[in-house]
């Protein structure tokens, strides 16, 4: 038995119980081994919890913009590839959420900062824009994953006590469905890019 197995065994888990049934006890049983086993390989279930958040996000493409690719394109995509790695294990944004990202993964990150410098944003910048589109991210798929584990589409009472709200479910769906996060990710993308005319010079050309 080694980390990778044990990591392994333990997303399996996750799926099957949620991270809230998730324990040390349920995981040795699953590896055929006493719970005290577990922690030859990892010092607490924080550690345990930290190398499962990398093992996910490892699937999350770090990389540049492609070659001609505009910025609002590329973070476009990578916000909808972020969703789509937390969305991969059942409750993989509260997973992630507030978890040690590792020197690798600080690493990968640093790369997606300097790509938006080169592309005419400041460092402070370059940051702000990420962190906020991630923070979308991981809010948006923690309500996402909350909905579906309540199994149920959200119901907004009877339209004639939230009319606007009726009527705004009525035209686009659900409040926390695909097309809302396209509609969401939009506005920000479009408040970076109005941000970016007012800050000091050096902001990328918007386009």
Do not use: C
């Not at 991270?19 to 550690?47: C, I, M, N």
């Not at 990150?109 to 824009?129: C, H, S, Y």
């Not at 009877?158 to 996060?181: N, T, Y």
Request: hydrophobic share 40%; net charge negative; glycine share 10%.
């Amino acid at each position: 038995m080694d980390r990778p197995t044990i990591v392994s065994a333990a997303l399996e888990l996750l799926e099957e119980t949620g991270l809230d049934g998730l324990t040390t006890r349920r995981l040795a049983a699953r590896l055929q081994v006493k719970s005290p086993a577990l922690y030859w390989h990892f010092r607490s279930k924080q550690e345990l919890l930290d190398e499962m958040a990398r093992a996910v996000q490892e699937r999350q493409d770090f990389g540049p913009p492609r070659e001609g690719e505009h910025w609002r394109d590329w973070l476009a995509r990578r916000a909808r590839e972020r969703r789509e790695v937390l969305l991969s294990h059942r409750d993989g944004a509260r997973l992630v959420a507030g978890t040690s990202a590792g020197p690798e993964i600080v690493a990968a990150f640093d790369r997606e900062p300097a790509a938006l410098v080169e592309q005419g944003f400041t460092p402070l910048q370059a940051m702000r824009a990420i962190t906020a589109l991630g923070a979308f991210v991981s809010g948006f798929v923690l309500e996402e994953q909350a909905r579906l584990d309540r199994d149920r589409t959200p119901d907004p009472g009877p339209a004639e006590a939230a009319p606007v709200l009726a009527a705004a479910i009525g035209e686009g769906g659900s409040p926390d469905g695909p097309a809302a996060f396209e509609d969401g990710l939009a506005y920000l993308l479009h408040g970076i890019g109005a941000a970016l005319t007012t800050d000091a010079p050096g902001r990328p050309p918007e386009g």
